[in-house]
T-cell receptor, first 115, second 115 residues
Framework: DAGITQSPRYKITETGRQVTLMCHQTWSHSYMFWYRQDLGHGLRLIYYSAAADITDKGEVPDGYVVSRSKTENFPLTLESATRSQTSVYFC??????????????FGPGTRLTVL | AQKVTQAQTEISVVEKEDVTLDCVYETRDTTYYLFWYKQPPSGELVFLIRRNSFDEQNEISGRYSWNFQKSTSSFNFTITASQVVDSAVYFCALFSSGSARQLTFGSGTQLTVLP
């Protein structure tokens, strides 16, 4: 039972390059999320998706692009990486039933360094 | 707008001491959910508890207990007889049903338990 996985776990890239972070979940959860974690800010939501082909912006979406063609995958793309995007990125998923909001389960994170 | 404040940036205790982590939240919604997550040094985020706004019962789970008080907008977390393995960053988080479906995190409290 893999749960939720992220790849790569570590990535070093250069300013201006395009980078894609992958997220895959095996639970068939409807909701998926991307967060970044920076010192002093906790976790901040970048984008989320309620279902395949449905995505919406979070708190800090600028410079990022997401897609969700399949329920189990939710890739995050940095179209032109900047140093300010150096961070740890977490993917998460959750199941929503009726009016209840359930906890999110997080992947192991991807540590991205932009030089 | 919703907000979560964890005023304690770092706490250090000696093993077997009790420790309380504070969490104060702000929301205009009457229906909301509160969460605690643990992030050990290995980096993953571990879900600990979820409470909804209609259930103010305090909860105890082993050495962990949670005190939810709507009157003071607080959802505090106590570890009894702390252990070195409890050393981690603890995050409080809030989801309000009336807002965009965003989980708002506090900035976290670094707990260090010394042997």
């Amino acid at each position: 039972d893999a749960g939720i996985t992220q790849s790569p776990r570590y990535k070093i890239t250069e300013t201006g390059r395009q980078v894609t972070l992958m997220c895959h979940q095996t639970w068939s959860h409807s909701y998926m999320f991307w967060y970044r974690q920076d010192l002093g800010h906790g976790l901040r939501l970048i984008y989320y998706s309620a279902a395949a082909d449905i995505t919406d912006k979070g708190e800090v979406p600028d410079g990022y692009v997401v897609s969700r063609s399949k329920t189990e995958n939710f890739p995050l793309t940095l179209e032109s990486a900047t140093r300010s995007q150096t961070s740890v990125y977490f993917c998460a998923s959750s199941v929503q039933r009726g009016g209840t909001y359930n906890e999110q389960f997080f992947g192991p994170g991807t540590r991205l360094t932009v030089l | 707008a919703q907000k979560v404040t964890q005023a304690q940036t770092e706490i250090s205790v000696v093993e077997k001491e009790d420790v309380t982590l504070d969490c104060v939240y702000e929301t205009r919604d009457t229906t909301y959910y509160l969460f605690w997550y643990k992030q050990p040094p290995s980096g993953e985020l571990v879900f600990l508890i979820r409470r909804n706004s209609f259930d103010e019962q305090n909860e105890i789970s082993g050495r962990y207990s949670w005190n939810f008080q709507k009157s003071t907008s607080s959802f505090n977390f106590t570890i009894t007889a702390s252990q070195v393995v409890d050393s981690a960053v603890y995050f409080c988080a809030l989801f309000s049903s009336g807002s965009a479906r965003q989980l708002t995190f506090g900035s976290g409290t670094q707990l260090t338990v010394l042997p």
